[in-house]
C-alpha cells in the first residue's frame, strides 16, 4: 500500500482508491479495465481491487486508517444483480441486496470521525428507471445531505442514461 501525490497539483494531496466486488466476473472486468488504463496512461495507480464484499472487510485498515481529517469517498453502484433487476423494471434502492440505505450507515459506523467532520461522501450511480421516492429517501432519513442530484449522463453504448447522487454523511 502507498500513497502518492496527485500529479501537477503541488497541494500534497494523497490519493489511494480501494475498490471492492464480489461478483467474479465483474471483478475480473474490473480488474482488466484497470490495468488497460494504466498501460494506456503509462503510470501507476494507486488502486486496489479485492474481490470480496465490503461490507465484510475490514476497509479502514486499508485506507491506513485515515486520520480525522482525511476525506473519505465511497462509490456505492447498487448491487441490483442479486435483485433480479432488469432495465425495463424500476429499481428500488431500498430493495438491492444489500440494501443501499444499509451500506451507507455501515460506512457512516466504519468511519465515525469523518461523519463528524463531514468528509464522507458516497456517489451512487442510478440506472433512469431508479425509484426517484427510494432517492428522496436517502435525504429525509437525514442518511445524506445532498451535494448534487445529476440526471442524464450518459454512460455506456446503448445510451441508458443514469443518475448519480452525491451527498454528505450526516
Known amino acids: 500500500m502507498y500513497s502518492e501525490d496527485l500529479e501537477g497539483t503541488g497541494a500534497g494531496i494523497k490519493v489511494r482508491g480501494v475498490g471492492y466486488e464480489l461478483d467474479e466476473h465483474v471483478f475480473k472486468a474490473a ?6 488504463a494504466v498501460k494506456y496512461q503509462q503510470q501507476e495507480v494507486n488502486v486496489e481491487l479485492i474481490n470480496e464484499n465490503s461490507m465484510e472487510a475490514d476497509v479502514r485498515a486499508r485506507l491506513s486508517p485515515p486520520t480525522p481529517d482525511t476525506y473519505v469517498i465511497i462509490l456505492v453502484d447498487p448491487p441490483w444483480q ?38 464522507l461522501l458516497f456517489a451512487i450511480p442510478c440506472p433512469r428507471n431508479t425509484d426517484r421516492g427510494s432517492i428522496v429517501t436517502l435525504f429525509k432519513d437525514k442518511l445524506l445531505l445532498p451535494v448534487c442530484v445529476q440526471e442524464k449522463i450518459p454512460v455506456d453504448t446503448d445510451e441508458v442514461f443514469h443518475t448519480l447522487v452525491a451527498g454528505v454523511a450526516c
Open 82 to 119: 442479486s435483485t433480479r433487476w432488469d432495465r425495463d423494471t424500476e429499481l428500488s434502492l431500498n430493495e438491492t441486496d444489500p440494501k443501499v440505505p444499509d451500506i451507507i450507515s455501515h460506512f457512516k459506523e466504519v468511519f465515525p470521525d469523518q461523519v463528524k467532520s463531514r468528509k
Open 31 to 36: 480488474e482488466g479495465n484497470l490495468k488497460k
